[in-house]
């Protein structure tokens, strides 16, 4: 277990096999079941910091549980309870570890494609647009700004990548993948979820401009909604009363983060470097801040 204070970097539990550790999730096998926990990981280039973000594991599942219960009425998901009293009995002496930061969900098979969404033309989409005037495959007009906002959201899939970033791919290439009626199942879902949430956010101040979605296979063939959903680590959150088509926006995310380490001297390959206590501080906040607009309450955690 690696914790200091306020923050969990990592953590292992006895008699619990850890299936995955990624960037900032760590996947522990329950047996029908799995435990999901974010951690307080911060991760920018593709690298692991070595200094956690305090309550930002806690921001990420509440906001998940969050979006989760508002958009089950569009697509099932995978969660079960965040609830710490119904955990299992070895799981109960980690509740400092555990609650506010961990959910129980689901096992299902998660599908080989990462389903992005975006409302408005920025990072890659926005690179990408400027040598083609298309995104993913996807023909827009003529004449965006950097951050201007599409005609429609456009569904851009990608395929998942152990190491290094993801690739884009076209719609017609995640339906090879997926096969035909799984590829329309998934991008109808996503095109469904993110116009609600962006209807939801905007009157809560913020946009969002653009996010990721994974879905996962039961055994029955249904699709669910799994991993995080509408987080400020899968999606760009815009300050709506900031917004100005033509340059980049200030952000509730990790960009903070990865502005402050574009004034390093690092070649953005391991190790990263430590992270001053400011930088900290204010990343910390910008999470809290998204949770309680979106939600309209403070962050409770175990400690609260």
Known sequence: MSQTNDVLLSINIPGLRKLRSGKVREIF?????????????????????????????????????????????????????MDFGEFPPQLQSYRRQLEGRAMIVTKCEPLAVECIVRGYLAGSG???????????????????????????????????AQSGHDINISYEQSAKILGRPMAER???????????????????????????FEFG?????????????????????????EYEPGRGQSSFDKQFVRDYLETLNWNKTPPGPALPPEIVAKTSEKYLEAYRRI???ELVTGDS
């Open 29 to 81: 096998d329950l047996g029908d079941r799995l435990l999901f926990l974010a951690t307080d990981r911060i991760s920018a280039f593709d690298v692991i910091m070595p200094t956690g973000i305090p309550l930002k594991g806690c921001v990420l599942s509440s906001i998940s549980k969050f979006w989760f219960e508002k958009t089950a009425h569009i697509v099932r998901n995978h969660v079960l309870t």
């Open 126 to 160: 926005w690179k990408e647009y400027k040598q083609s005037q298309s995104v993913c495959g996807v023909k827009l007009p003529a004449g965006l700004l950097e951050s201007s906002e599409l005609p429609e959201p456009i569904f851009t899939p990608s395929t998942k």
């Open 186 to 212: 998934v991008r109808d879902a996503s095109l469904a979820i993110y116009k609600w949430a962006r209807a939801f956010a905007r009157e809560r101040g913020i946009i969002i401009a653009d996010t990721k």
């Open 217 to 241: 296979k039961l055994p029955d063939g249904e699709v669910i909604l799994i991993d995080e959903v509408l987080t400020p680590d899968s999606s760009r959150f815009w300050p709506a009363d």
């Open 295 to 297: 939600t309209g309450q």
